[in-house]
């Protein structure tokens, strides 16, 4: 870890207007600190945001939905009640994620942009990684590369996008508030994340000092009917191999509208509106599931290491889709 | 002094909690790197991006300016402090004989390359991020397959190394009705212990003393001395609480000389905490291992052919080998038997002793063989091993000193409800879920090292006990305190057992799961010449109510001196007569097969384990059997292990709670090893990727619902004194192949190449 200052603020305005380039947020830290002892991040200033835990309830109801303070911890959603009964996806992937202790410290903002597990991006010492070190190459086209995406990937970056939470907020159309130095605006969780294309090291749309206050929830009649099934090789505290985000809203057997986000095995939070499309109008049995898996994963650009992925996440978003459409829900 | 009416008394057996259990919850416990010294200097390692080449430059100006620094050890400024030492199997003390900093030459990846030292743990790590070092790079060969890999033959890497062999396998395995011919494979894995690995130095003078969690301190002390070119006796090397090791700390890295000759440039001591990714290269780990199995079998399953070829992967110098075909030829009876082992030299660091080193790789793919045997067969894997077992071992045809194998599977199988299953693979479903259950046996030879130790009695009715054995988490404070509280008679709480300080008198490394067997023994010695002295002192005297009484036939128990009808009188009258302080003795014991030279070598720090498939006249192992239930999802894949069922019999069990909390860490261990852990290699560079506890899995409480250890009765006179046959190790041998065969049952999908994953899973059309 290198040297840096550090500045605590307790208002988002004077938290926007802190930083400058070379400077970073620091919310849990369970991302950030954890790269900086590894010597992959180096900031030179921390501008300490914990100081607006406080500021702003957790969860509240809002006439449109629900908004969810950016400072507000993983755990905190995670049991909100409201929370729970309306958009259990949402609990769920927070639940799955990481452990008691890091749930306890993560916050919501931070979630949506940690950063990617993959290995030779969290240790310089190897050579070639585009985003970590731009114009490198990437080490695990050709590498070890079982836990890399399959959608989303390019010729120079082929990370998975790790977290669950952004899963859930993509498929419920979430939209996200932040403060930058031209002042606060509301942008679609689906432009926060960029894939990889030819740059890597671009993760989001975020202007450089722009802090995220809050993820708005839209009311929709497909939340209650919702779930987040994560796939694993071990029960808890891993990442996804393959994850599926699943709302439904149902009309007797038949399905409304779908909403669809599949994690582990892209680049970045996955919508796949295709295969939403695909089951418009049927019932949910494993015969059309599957063929709405089919159409999801069409796309899919595996490696040697990964190829299974394609097959996983197929199986991941049937078996989601077939639970989603048997859960008890209450008007 | 008041006396309860009844003093506890210790019964050999009895489930006491842990001595230093409060000691470790509490934090009081002093691990590796706990010790306090004064103004310590703290050191941070950089190590080799690359797997073999050459340091060509090295530029620390960067990080000598980071405020702090105050040195930094590289190959230029070292100053031939450190000499060179035979690595362990060569009759040496090091687990590598790879000595970095020694020259510019890099051998394997994570070669320590240089040492930064620091006024704080943070400048030092800083420092070491900034030292810029050029490498000009080699080609490595990264193992199994590579190109440039030397293959070498058992008998060509090691003197000793002897291929277990008797009639013709070849010729019977062409003539069997039945055949299995297959390779199977097991992965590098690395114990990963929670304690960092780390190291303590302090010179006072011309003396050196080492705080260092360590599985072998008499050998840490021997072999450090030989490289600093001082006298053994001018080191001292600490080691009372270990937080976890298995096999991880038994043999000294040669991490501990270089921190040495720091704390010596700088006149202050030197701590350093390796991180956990550098764990994974300066100390050992878990060759990974191929195999190839054919079994020939008559219709009844009886076995006609057995031939087992091992193939291990190590460092580029250093021969080891666990040639664990000493186990797998003798499980079963078999009248032609064929074994061989290699070595596959690549560039690698050394790989050393991991949980049961040879047994856990070898008996994977001879385990999962008789159930392939038993599904060719249409005959329940359980009596197919009943159908081969055996009271003579298969090889040089000597007894067993004892057996209890089917003891074991059968009162496994009860515990285990193995009736409930039904053969057909896939048959058994619990909605999406499939359900398999597997078994397999497990072994482990019993093996005693010579040991010494000193124990005292006070008149006050306290003891202590002082050996330089090894608690490395399984309770040898325990056991060793309720021996000699057994012996003389007191209270399990009056034993101040003092253990893990090569100032103490030396006893083997804890490895080989030989310490309850070899300690107990000579503690009992120790305290049964010390009850002599009592006995023969009472029986010579008139005023005693036991003069003239056979000094043999008293025993020190409940705080009095009693003979066999149980009159007598208390501890304190009798002891008088010996001494108002106290009474000390010192006692060795060399069990049988340990050579003449065997205390000798000890206090050199050397060892040799007599025992197992190596003594001239007996075989002597201790056996289990092992049951594992698996669920596989229809769909996902997942797998998932509800329950873990072990059943041994290990001769004497010294104390029930520690001894089953031993075996069912083994058990839990041996479902990792089959499910979870794998040490990814990227090939290109030789490089391990997945050095971090997020991407080297261990099983979490979720993924193992119930584990269940059942302990069958067991007698064996013939072993040693007490008839200590010892479980360290037997809990983990044998699992990874019962995993692999409930997974067979689950889903009909043999997995041969460890870890078994959902991946391997996917494309099978059969569930
Ligand atoms: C061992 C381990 C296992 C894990 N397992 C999982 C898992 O299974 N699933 C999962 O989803 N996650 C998992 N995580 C990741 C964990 O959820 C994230 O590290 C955590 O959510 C990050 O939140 P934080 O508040 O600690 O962020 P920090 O580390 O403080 O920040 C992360 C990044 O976001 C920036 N940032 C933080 N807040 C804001 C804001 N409001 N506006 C703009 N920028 C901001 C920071 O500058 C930094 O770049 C795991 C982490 C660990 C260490
Ligand atoms: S996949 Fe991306 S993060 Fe990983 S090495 Fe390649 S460029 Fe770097």
Known sequence: ?331 | MTRSAEPAVVRLGDPANRVDAQAKVTGAARYGSDPEVARPVFAFLAVSPIARGQITRIDDRQARAVPGVLDILTHENMRGEIRPVKFISDGGYMGSSIMPLSSPKVLHAGQIVAVVLADSFEAARDGAHRLAISYAEETPSPGFDSEGVEVVAGASASKEHQDPKVGDAEAAFAAAPVKIDARYSTPTQHHNPIELFTTTCAWDGDKLTLWESSQNVHSFKNGLAQQLGIAAENVRVISPYIGGAFGSRGSLTQRSALIAVAAKRLGRPVKLVASRDQGFTIASYRAETRHRIRIGADQDGKLQSLSHEGFEVTSRPDPYMVSGTDASTRLYACPNVASSVSIVHADRSTPGFMRAPPEVPYLFPLESAMDELAVALRMDPIELRRVNDTKTEPIKGLPYTSRSLMACFDEGAKAFDWGRRNPQPGSMRDGDWLIGLGCAASMYPTQMGAATARVTLTISGTAKVQTAAHDIGTGAYTVIGMIAAERLGVPLEKVDVQLGDSDLPPAPGAGGSNTTASVCNVVAKACDEIRARIANAAVASQDSNLKAQDPKALRLSGGRLIGPDGDGEELQTAMRRVSNGAIEAYAENAPHGVGPDAIERLYRGSQTLAGGAKLQDRIQFAFGAEFVELRVHRLTREIRCPRVLGAFAAGRIMNMKTASSQLMGGLIWGVSSALFESTEMDRRQARFYNTDLAEYLVPVNADILAAEVIIVPEEDHEVNELGIKGIGELGNVGTNAAVANALFHATGVRIRNLPIRLDQLLGAESI
């Open chain 1, 1 to 331: 870890m290198r040297p840096f200052s550090y500045v605590r603020v307790d208002d988002a305005i004077a938290a926007s207007q802190a930083t400058g380039s070379g400077s970073a947020f620091l919310a849990g830290g369970t991302t950030l600190l954890d790269l900086m002892k590894l010597d992959v991040l180096r900031p030179e200033v921390l501008v300490d945001i914990n100081g607006l835990r406080d500021a702003s309830p957790p969860a509240t109801m809002t006439q449109g939905g629900m908004r969810l303070s950016a400072f507000a911890s993983m755990a905190q959603i995670a049991a909100d009640p409201n929370i729970r009964r309306d958009y259990p996806v949402i609990a769920q992937s927070l639940n799955l994620a990481a452990s008691a202790q890091l749930r306890n410290m993560a916050t919501l903002g931070g979630n949506v942009l940690q950063r990617t597990r993959c290995n030779y991006f969290r240790d310089p010492s190897w050579k070639a990684c585009n985003k970590r070190e731009p114009g490198s190459g990437c080490a695990a086209l050709d590498g070890v590369n079982r836990k890399h995406a399959v959608l989303g990937v390019s010729a120079h970056c082929i990370a998975t996008y790790p977290g669950d939470f952004a899963q859930a907020l993509i498929a419920l159309d979430a939209a996200v508030e932040t403060i930058g130095p031209v002042g606060p605006r509301v942008i679609k969780f689906d432009a926060l994340h960029r894939a990889p294309g030819d740059t890597p090291h671009v993760e989001t749309n975020l202007a450089p000092s722009e802090l995220i206050t809050a993820f708005i929830l839209p009311r929709a009649p497909w939340t209650r009917r919702s779930l987040y099934l994560k796939i694993r090789d071990r029960q808890s505290y891993e990442f996804a191999l393959a994850s599926a985000a699943v709302a439904l809203d149902m009309e007797e057997d038949s399905v409304r509208q779908a909403r669809i986000a599949l994690g582990g095995i892209a680049t970045k939070p996955w919508r796949a509106h295709a295969a939403e499309q695909a089951l418009v109008g049927k019932a949910i049995n494993e015969e059309t599931a599957n063929g709405a898996s089919q159409v999801a994963l069409a796309h899919a650009s595996p490696r040697p290491g990964n190829q299974y992925k394609i097959e996983l996440g197929r199986r991941t978003l049937t078996r989601a889709l077939l639970q989603a459409a048997s859960m008890e829900v209450r008007a």
